[in-house]
């Protein structure tokens, strides 16, 4: 059998047939003596030990396309990144450090803007001209009023979709509107083995259709670019790429104290987002800081 691995925890590694069955697995001894060790999003070979009980043994892990690191997860086609236009503000500097991360792995995102009804048109498309002119697709919604919602399902379909949000922005409604009830049976087999639910959250996967999940992702208010080096960080800013030849200094510019600087000019010109520059320039700083201890 083919699966993919949906949550870990205490030592069972929940693998979805990707249509309705989910199974608690161990994995053999044999992947910690090579050094792997499986993670949410990856796809395995499994054997069934206990149809009704609903058991059995991971045997292999299938290549990953990709592993990130936090939150520990592979094989993830894309990102889709959830803040409200208002009731809170976004926090644009938390979303850049996201674009900058998936930007990083090489995962396309899609910036989704919920509670479009408590904004007016103007603000909707100013954070538009903001992020498209970025390179991003970028999606309104209101899950209040539904708006939006078949745009987002039909992103989802027939992928492994990261979601990602601070609190209070309407991303468990989303998820809520997505993800029907089928296929989730993680919560009878956490009762079979007396685990109860688990307290720490963990990034875990939910069905939303047929090969088609969503990653719900803890932690994702503490978004720290602890790889990266400040040298590099341009790079992942694709609207900056335009401007280079601009730059007295060609490929070593970076942005922030050269006296000829495309990029710099073009953002005090308005064709580069001033937010964008902004928290370019801070990230840029923080990693720079960071190396000196």
């Given at each position: ?5 949906i949550?870990?925890i ?33 796809d ?85 001209r903001?992020y ?67 307290t720490?959250r ?12 969503l ?47 495309g990029?710099?000019?073009a ?27």
């Open positions: 059998m083919k699966g993919k691995i949550k870990g205490a030592g069972f590694y929940y693998v979805h047939d990707g249509r309705e069955r989910v199974y608690a697995c161990k994995a053999k001894g044999i992947f910690r003596k090579k050094g792997i060790r499986p993670v949410v999003g990856d395995v070979e499994f054997t069934i030990l206990d149809e009704a009980d609903k058991e059995g043994n991971i045997d292999q892990v299938l290549p990953r396309r990709n592993l990130l690191v936090r939150p520990a997860s592979a094989n993830v086609d894309q990102a889709l990144v959830v803040f409200a236009i208002a009731q809170p503000d976004p926090n644009l500097n938390l979303l850049d450090r996201f674009l900058v991360m998936m930007e990083v792995n090489r995962i396309p995102v899609t910036v989704c803007f919920n509670k479009t009804d408590l904004a007016g048109e103007e603000e909707c498309r100013r954070y538009a903001i498209e002119d970025a390179g991003y697709q970028v999606i309104f919604a209101s899950t209040y009023e539904g708006d939006g919602m078949e745009t987002v399902k039909n992103l989802l379909r027939g992928k492994t979709t990261i979601l990602a949000g601070p609190s209070g922005v309407g991303k468990s409604s989303l998820t809520n509107f997505v993800q029907p009830e089928a296929g989730m049976e993680t919560g009878s087999i956490s009762e079979k083995i007396k685990r109860g639910r688990h720490t963990h990034a875990e996967l939910f069905c939303v259709e047929e090969n088609s999940y990653m719900d992702t803890p932690g994702f208010s503490s978004m720290y670019l602890e790889e990266l080096e400040a040298g590099d960080l341009k790079e992942y800013f694709p609207e900056f790429e335009s401007f280079g030849d601009g730059c007295r200094f060609g490929a070593d510019c970076v942005h922030i104290g050269e006296p000829v600087c990029v710099k000019t953002a005090e010109q308005g064709r580069i987002a001033a937010s964008r520059y902004e928290n370019y320039r801070l990230l840029y700083q923080e990693l720079k800081e960071r190396k000196k201890y």
